[in-house]
């Protein structure tokens, strides 16, 4: 789909306000490049990374090889079985997801080869010419987070973002209509919380995906917002202190979208990267959803 002016305009402010560099004269030589590999689209990314390559990171090829012509790329959070074969329908044969494929952190496959769930999911690319890529470290740690960025993007909140902060002075409202507001924009069906629904909400502390309790507490006591909103946490962590300050009358609450809604976001923003680098190349953003249902 041809995109306007202003949807173009408006995208190039998001990915330099990322860090991302934007050169029309490299992009229209690209654009003139029938055969893009996928280690081309790799390390133009990488490149604009400060300090990268990274000598440790989970953001390494799964499947394929970097010598492999792009036909097309698919951005998501997760390489579900449902996102690769409708990769393989758009013909297209890079899948760059954020999160593991393999279920587990690393992506780790040897104590999987016996098990036959792990070995369709990985014929299925295999036998198709799949390529597969996370990219989960380098969208983070661009000069301001990528994932982050597109997330903003996604809840309307651009007019309240700062550059490199995960704070946002939002429009005063309460707790039950911001979650509304979340379940909205997001296309979430429903959402845990902590705190009182009626509580007034207006600084934001927003830490998407799964940063961990300890990273989640610092940002609450740097921070003192009045509300965290995060994509998942254990229950034990900072559920807990949320309630914990609410018993000694704080006004604190908490909105845990889930992980996979909470950082979509960032495969939109790939997404966007990509079609300003590599114009022509056929690049589709396909929602993973979330694997777990509500009943």
């Known amino acids: 789909m041809k995109k306007s002016r202003r949807s173009f305009l408006t995208q190039s402010g998001l990915l330099l306000g990322a860090g991302l560099t934007i050169n029309p004269i490299w992009s229209f030589a690209q654009s003139e490049q029938r055969e ?17 390559p990274f000598p440790q990171t989970v953001d390494t090829l799964k499947v394929g090889s970097r010598d492999q012509i792009v036909t097309g790329v698919v951005t998501t959070m997760f390489a579900t079985m449902e996102v690769i074969e409708r990769a393989i329908a758009l013909q297209a044969n890079f899948i760059i997801p954020h999160e593991p494929t393999f279920f587990n ?3 780790e496959t040897e104590w999987l080869e016996k098990d036959a769930v792990f070995q369709r999911k990985y014929d299925l690319m295999k036998e ?13 740690r661009l000069a301001d987070d990528g994932v982050r960025l597109g997330v903003v993007k996604d809840l309307e909140w651009e007019a309240y ?13 309460n707790l039950a209509s911001l979650i ?11 959402m845990r919380y902590v705190g009182d629904l009626d509580q007034s909400c207006e600084k934001v502390l927003l830490i998407p995906g799964a940063a961990g309790g300890i990273a989640q507490l610092e940002g609450i006591m740097k921070y003192n917002p009045d509300v965290l ?22 006004k604190l609450s908490m909105i845990v979208i889930g992980h996979s ?6 495969s939109e923003f790939l997404e966007t990267w990509l079609e300003s680098q590599f114009p ?12 777990l249902e509500i009943i």
């Open 105 to 107: 952190h690393l992506d």
């Open 180 to 190: 509304h507001h979340l379940k909205s924009k997001l296309d979430v069906p429903a």
């Open 128 to 140: 198709n010419g799949i390529a597969l890529w996370r990219n989960h470290d380098y969208i983070h």
């Open 36 to 52: 893009i590999t996928v280690g081309e689209i790799m390390d133009a990314f990488i490149g604009q990374v400060s300090g990268a």
């Open 161 to 173: 973002y700062q550059a490199n902060s995960p704070i946002l002075n939002i429009p005063q409202t």
């Open 229 to 250: 909103i995060c994509g998942e946490s254990n229950e034990w962590e900072t559920p807990e202190y949320v309630r914990a300050a609410n018993s000694q009358g704080k």
């Open 261 to 266: 809604a909470s950082e979509e976001g960032g």
């Open 280 to 291: 022509g190349l056929p690049v589709f953003h396909v929602p993973s959803g979330n694997s």
